[in-house]
C-alpha cells in the first residue's frame, strides 16, 4: 500500500514538473521577469499540481460523466480565481500587468488539457480493455516517469540560453536535475517491483535484502552522478548568454550598382570572387579528368547506396506486413531462438547427420516441436515443462504424458519431478 501511494506520488511529480516550465517557457519570449523573482514564479507555476492530483482522482473514481463534468468546471473555476488571487496579491500595486494575465491564461489552458487528457485516457483505456481483455494495461504519459523524457528539459535549456532567458535556464536546469533523480528512482521501484512479480517461485529471496542490495547500488549511482552534477551547479551563475534575434539587427543589404544598360558591373576589388585573388586574378582553372570522374563515382556510388536502402526497407514493410498475421487473422510472433533451430534442423537434414545426434537430442528436438504445434507464443523462461504443457492444452494428453517423462529423463538423468 505504502509501495503504491509512493508511485502515485511521483507519478503527480513527473506531470508537475512537465507542466510547471510552460509558463518560464512563454514568458522567455518577451523577456518577462516576475517581481518576486525566478523563486517566486516557480513556485507559482507549482500551483498546476492540483489539477494535476484532482483531475487524476477524478478520472479514476468518479463513475458517472455527468458528475466529471461538474467536477471538471468547479476545478476550473477555482483554478482561474486561485491564479487571479496569487496574481493580485503578489504583483506590483495590485494591477494586473501582462505576465499576471499571461500566467492565468496558461495556467487554466493547462488545467483545460489536464481535463481532457484524463478523460481522453479513461476512455482509450477502456476501450482497449474491452477489445484486448488479456493486454497490458494501458499507461499514459501523465503516469510513467522516464529517463528519455530528459531530453525535453534539454531543449528548454537551450531555447532559454539562445534566447538570453536566465528565468527559462534556471528552470529548466534545476527541473532536469530533480527529474532524473526521480526518474531513476522509479525505474529502481518500477524494475525491483516486475521482477518479483516474474520470479514469484523464488521465495528463497527475502524482499528486504532484494531491495536493500539493489537501493545500495542505486545510492551509489546517484552519489556519482551528483558529484558530476555539481561543477554544473556552482557555475550555473557563470552563464554567458547570448540573444539570437540580436545577431541579425544592424545588418543592411548590400546594394548593388547598375550600369546604363541595366547590366550588373563586374565585382569591384572589396568583392571579388577569392578564387580569382588567389589565382592572380586569373579565371580559375578547370579540374581535370581524373578529379571529375572521382566525384562521379562518389556520387553514383551515394546514389546507389540510397537507392538499395529505400528498397530493403520497401522490403522489409512488406515482409512484417505478410508475416504479422496467419491465416486466421491472429498475430504471429517471430520467435528468433525457433528459426536457428530450424536452420539447424534443415543444415542436419541436408548433411546427413541426423543419425550424428543422440537419443537425449533427439527427445528434445521433438518435444519442442510438439509444443510449437500447439501453441503460438513462445514459453517464458521461468515456465515450467508442466506449465507449458498446461498452456498448449496437452496436459491429460496421454501421448504427451509419455513424451513428458522421456524429456524429464533427457533433461535430469534419471531424476523425475
Known amino acids: 500500500m505504502i509501495q503504491e501511494r509512493g508511485f502515485k506520488v511521483m ?22 521577469s516576475d517581481p518576486g523573482g525566478a523563486g517566486v514564479l516557480y513556485l507559482k507555476c507549482l500551483l498546476v499540481a492540483v489539477p494535476v492530483i484532482v483531475t487524476e482522482q477524478a478520472a479514476r473514481k468518479v463513475r458517472s460523466v455527468v458528475f466529471y463534468l461538474l467536477t471538471s468546471i468547479l476545478l476550473l473555476a477555482g483554478i482561474v480565481g486561485a491564479a487571479g488571487s496569487v496574481v493580485f496579491l503578489s504583483g506590483e500595486r495590485g494591477v494586473f500587468e501582462s505576465y499576471g494575465i499571461c500566467y492565468c491564461v496558461i495556467l487554466s489552458a493547462e ?51 539562445l534566447l538570453g532567458a536566465r528565468l527559462l535556464c534556471d528552470v529548466a536546469f534545476y527541473s532536469a536535475i530533480v527529474y532524473t533523480f526521480l526518474a531513476l528512482f522509479y525505474e529502481y521501484l518500477d524494475a525491483t517491483r516486475s521482477y518479483l512479480e516474474m520470479n514469484r517461485r523464488t521465495k528463497g529471496i527475502p524482499k528486504r535484502r532484494l531491495y536493500g542490495v539493489s537501493f545500495a547500488m542505486l545510492l551509489l549511482f546517484a552519489v556519482l552522478l551528483s558529484a558530476g552534477m555539481l561543477p554544473a551547479v556552482m557555475l550555473a551563475g557563470q552563464r554567458q548568454y547570448t540573444d539570437i534575434r540580436e545577431w541579425f539587427r544592424g545588418v543592411e543589404p548590400m546594394p548593388y550598382e547598375y550600369e546604363v544598360d541595366n547590366d550588373f558591373r563586374p565585382p569591384s576589388a572589396g568583392g571579388a570572387d577569392w578564387m580569382a585573388l588567389l589565382d592572380d586574378g586569373r579565371p580559375p582553372s578547370e579540374p581535370s579528368k581524373l578529379v571529375i570522374a572521382v566525384f562521379w563515382a562518389i556520387g ?30 491472429d498475430i504471429v510472433e517471430q520467435i528468433g531462438d525457433d528459426q536457428i533451430q530450424q536452420h539447424k534442423e534443415v543444415f542436419l537434414n541436408r548433411k546427413g547427420r541426423r543419425a550424428a ?30 506449465e507449458i504443457e498446461e498452456n498448449a492444452g496437452l496436459r491429460n494428453d496421454e501421448q504427451m504424458q509419455q513424451l513428458h517423462g522421456k524429456y524429464e529423463e533427457a533433461r535430469y538423468g534419471k531424476m523425475k519431478i
Request: glycine share 2%.
Open 111 to 161: 488545467t483545460f488539457y489536464l481535463i481532457v487528457k484524463r478523460f481522453a485516457d479513461r476512455v482509450r483505456a477502456a476501450k482497449r480493455q474491452r477489445e484486448e481483455p488479456l493486454a497490458a494495461r494501458f499507461v499514459s504519459f501523465l503516469e510513467r516517469p522516464a529517463l528519455s523524457l530528459v531530453w525535453y528539459f534539454v531543449v528548454l535549456y537551450l531555447f532559454g540560453f
Open 357 to 386: 545426434e543422440s537419443e537425449a537430442e533427439r527427445i528434445r528436438r521433438k518435444y519442442r516441436r510438439t509444443i510449437r504445434k500447439y501453441r503460438k507464443e513462445r514459453p517464458a523462461p521461468y515456465e515450467s515443462p508442466a
Open 300 to 329: 553514383i556510388a551515394c546514389a546507389l547506396a540510397f537507392l538499395y536502402g529505400v528498397i530493403a526497407l520497401i522490403r522489409q514493410i512488406l515482409r512484417d506486413f505478410r508475416d504479422s498475421r496467419d491465416e486466421n487473422g
Open 11 to 32: 507519478e503527480y511529480l513527473h506531470a508537475t514538473l512537465f507542466l510547471a516550465t510552460f509558463v518560464p517557457l512563454v514568458y522567455a519570449i518577451p523577456l518577462w
